[in-house]
């Protein structure tokens, strides 16, 4: 009897965790992300943080303009998943001004 009863709570404890894993790197997460929307607003939709990227040297900005990428207060990309099936987002001043999916 005691046998069965640990069997049962080896099987089901494992089974409620992973119900409580659901992957939020999919199309209908990246549709809801909207430009001008706060990292905490992507975090609630994406179910957590993503992995902030490191930048270094120059790039084209959200205007169009090459701008010095990495230094304070420029743009910050995040990246929940990774590049094969992925949600990158982009952020200046604390806002969404760019997103990008990969895989989806």
Known sequence: MFTR??????????LVFLAGC????TLDSF????VGMDLAG???IMGGEGELQEASGVGIG???????????????????????TGILVKFKDGK?????????
């Open 62 to 84: 959200y205007e169009g303009m090459v701008e010095k990428q990495g230094g304070p207060g420029k743009s910050k990309d995040y990246l929940w998943g990774d590049e094969n």
């Open 42 to 44: 992507v975090e609630d």
């Open 5 to 14: 009863l640990v069997l049962c709570l080896c099987i089901a404890i494992p």
């Open 96 to 104: 969404v001004y760019f997103k990008q999916k990969m895989g989806l």
């Open 22 to 25: 659901e992957d939020t790197v």
């Open 31 to 34: 549709e809801q992300i909207t």
